[in-house]
């Protein structure tokens, strides 16, 4: 079985990026499975908080969930051509303490997609996490792009994709995914 976590970028309750999880979740290869997961209850990274506190209990969860994963979907919405900072903020607290890098991090398999309302989709997002993936030395993997454009148009009211040509795409682009995390190059 591959366990899968998928992370959306967006805090926004009728958020694309949220919707397009949910929609992968429901084309995956067969043996696979994909824990959908929010940013919600993630504070801003404080180096006080940490060393007064701890690692807060939203983060510790999603820790676990990331250690647990065999790869990594991000589902990255695009904010001003770049990664929305609620995002980077919660890989921040990723990556904390330091020591736990490479034990989340290492040659963990990622993909990246995205959704906006836009006419370009998130590719400027999507480039923008190559470096931050690099440092934190991840996998990440550059068999596929899928960046929905004019999202609004894709799902319905209740957060369905019902583009059936977007739901190829995701289709194929997650049996490629699942193909590059189980081959283990």
Not at 112 to 136: C, D, E, H, K, M
């Amino acid at each position: 079985m591959i366990k899968l976590l998928g992370i959306s970028g967006s805090l926004r309750q009728g958020s694309f990026n949220t919707a397009l999880l949910r929609a992968a979740a429901a084309v995956l290869p067969t043996e696979t499975m994909l824990e959908v997961r929010t940013l919600r209850g993630v504070p801003l990274y404080d180096a006080d908080l940490e060393a007064s506190a701890g690692i807060p209990p939203a983060v510790a969860a999603l820790k676990e969930s990331f250690a647990a994963a065999d790869g990594v979907v991000l589902a990255t919405p695009e904010y001003s051509n770049s990664i929305p900072g609620v995002f980077k903020n919660g890989i921040d607290w990723l990556s904390r303490p330091s020591s736990d890098v490479p034990r989340l991090f290492a040659g963990k398999r990622i993909a990246l997609l995205g959704a906006s309302p836009g006419g370009f989709g998130t590719i400027l997002a999507q480039n923008a996490w190559l470096p931050v993936l690099r440092t934190l030395g991840t996998r990440p993997w550059f068999g596929g792009k899928l960046m929905v454009s004019r999202a609004g148009s894709a799902f319905d009211d209740a957060g369905a994709l019902r583009d059936p040509v977007i739901g190829k795409q995701l289709q194929d682009f997650l049996a490629r995914f699942v193909d590059f995390v189980r081959s283990g190059d």
